[in-house]
């Protein structure tokens, strides 16, 4: 495999950097791309080829200023992006020419991993015969490690209890139904269309699925879980937690894992209307960042990846051809709801 492989002297990278923070939905006046020279590692470094890259809302609020569970990107900076790639050259053995891995990548056609920042980088070697490369920045990647570990940990599902999921057909959602189901409970989905809702019924099986667009979802929720909700899984924030908050059973769990009804909001984020029915009820809300589990994510990765040899789980990924330059397109996609499932951006060809 290394003798096909061209040597990094050879090669330009084209890179994605951050320009300024943006006010409202980000525009291409955002970024600023440039051209670099791929070095050669050195000693227990790498360099590795991107083939996919990972768009998640939660670029969104790296872009921002601020304190949050991760520093923002810096003005000037490659933009922070999971990945999957090919080692190009290696001074590592752990990472040997060929091998496939995923990592923090970055928005560029090359990333250049130094010896003392392979473990910041989480830079691990996958084995494409677990799940398409694409899966491994969906299922078994960092959306379903969050949907694996935000249900199962905090969620903690019990056989007969009714799960609610919001962004039901996008990456973190899907698995969350999936698993739910697994383990034996009613789960009713959110998704905006009736081709999301469609598919999250027919090709995921989950119970049934509300059309956030179609009418009120309070109605969708009355008719669907007439026992009342007992663990709601929040993608969204907004109007839709505060109407799922009225419908909660006692002893229920709400996990806060995104809110991208709200990122692009120019004005200050509000908190739920009808948080007093988590006293009423005895319930719990928490939020859940992903990063505190990376030491189990081996566990997560090989159940997750039985369940999908076993076809007890599918996955959809979207996937937009284009490379790193049309990063600043397609990560709007996220925003405006226009795409259907894990969204993932081609940088370039796996053969």
Known sequence: MSTSLPSPGSLSNRQVRLASRPVGTPTRDNWHFTDEAVAEPAAGGVVVQTLYLSLDPAMRGWMNEGKSYIPPVGIGEVMRAGGVGRVLASQQPDFPVGSLVTGSLGVQQYCSV????????????????????TQWLNVLGMPGMTAYFGLMDIGQPKAGETVVVSGAAGAVGQTVGQLAKIHGCRVVGIAGGPAKCEWVVKELGFDACIDYKAGPVKDGLKTHCPQGVDIYFDNVGGEILDTVLTRINRKARIII?????????????????????????????EGMVVFDYADRYPQAVAELAGHLQSGRMSSREDVVSGGVDAFPDTLLKLFTGENFGKLVLKVADEA
């Open 114 to 133: 130094p010896a003392d920042q392979l473990r910041r980088s989480g830079l691990t070697r996958i084995d494409p015969r677990a799940g398409s490369l």
């Open 257 to 285: 894992c995104g809110a991208i009804s709200q990122y692009n909001n120019t004005e200050p984020v509000q908190g739920p209307k009808n948080y007093l029915s988590l006293l009423v009820n005895r319930a719990r809300m």
